[in-house]
């Protein structure tokens, strides 16, 4: 598999305080498309070139919670994770289902938190 087929999309994620303020501020104020909501768990909006992912912060954030991550989709877990670990990436995470996706998260340079993503309706 080549580097350009082995995701099928991208977006950072922020932590956020409140979902709705959030969610209302990115598609009101910047008009950019929501693409997904999942209640208060998770929202998606999109712009040109641009996808963000909304999740709440935690009630008792550790000072070492990071306030943003970057996400990649995969059509495979199982494949993409295979090919990253022959690569060197060590994963912190197996894979975790969480419906509607399937997750896995590692970490890259200066501990930035990045996951990969399996979702019929990623893209």
């Given at each position: 598999?080549?580097?350009t087929s082995l995701y099928s999309g991208a977006q950072i994620t922020l932590m956020v305080p409140d979902m709705d303020e959030a969610v209302r501020f990115y598609t009101e104020k910047l008009r950019l498309k929501l693409k997904a909501r999942y209640g208060n768990e998770f929202a998606m909006v999109e712009?040109?070139?641009l996808t963000i992912g909304l999740h709440p912060k935690p009630a008792q954030p550790s000072p070492s919670s990071p306030s943003i991550s970057i996400g990649l989709g995969v059509e495979s877990l199982e494949t993409a994770m295979e090919e990253?670990?022959?690569r060197g990436?060590?994963?912190v995470t197996g894979i975790v289902a969480d419906s509607p996706i399937r997750i896995a998260h590692f970490t890259g340079p200066a501990g930035m938190p990045i996951y990969l993503v399996e979702q019929s309706g990623w893209r």
């Open positions: 598999m080549t580097e712009g040109p070139g990253l670990q022959a990436v060590e994963f």
